[in-house]
């Protein structure tokens, strides 16, 4: 089993929160707009990260994290980038990857609206944790723990923090 600690759209800036929050997760994922090679370098002393750039993130954040990543967490297929869109409006990009993978958990960010969404259709769990950064249009900032066993994707907890 693993627990996962998901955030995005930092935009440079690292919550100190995650620490405490994310103390029990075995990795964390960002979903990009990390904002600056430090932050992730933070991250990644603290725990394990995977972590795709975005559409903000220069060129040195572009070189360490690539815009898709495709892996496996237990028996888990992920498909994790920064622009996704969700069911009935995917991404022309995005849902190519998706049709071409066919993975059970599609992870994005970018709109910094927090969406939990199962696409029958395509049988997948379409999870954007929203943003942490200070940078954007949400009013509430905010991050998700959740837990990947064996095929099993469960224990899914919206962690809200405060407005900007």
């Not at 964390?28 to 795709?52: E, M, T, Y």
């Not at 022309?92 to 609206?113: D, M, N, W």
């Amino acid at each position: 089993m693993k627990k996962i600690g998901l955030i995005s759209d930092t935009h440079a800036f690292l919550e100190p929160k995650i620490y405490e929050r994310f103390a029990e997760c075995d990795e964390i994922w960002h979903a990009g707009d990390i904002g600056c090679l430090s932050l992730a370098d933070n991250l990644k002393q603290f725990k394990p990260l995977r972590a795709v750039s975005g559409n903000i993130d220069g060129y040195d954040v572009r070189l360490a994290y690539p815009k898709v990543q495709m892996f496996e967490c237990e028996q888990v297929k992920v498909l994790m980038t920064h622009i996704g869109g969700f069911p009935g409006r995917y991404d022309r990009e995005a849902y190519q990857q998706i049709i071409s993978y066919k993975p059970q958990l599609f992870v994005y960010g970018h709109s910094h609206i927090l969406r939990v969404i199962y696409d029958k259709n395509l049988d997948m769990l379409c999870v954007n944790p929203g943003a942490i950064g200070h940078y954007g249009v949400q009013t509430v900032r905010t991050m998700l723990r959740f837990e990947i066993d064996g095929s099993d994707i469960k224990n899914m907890e919206i962690i809200e923090l405060s407005k900007r």
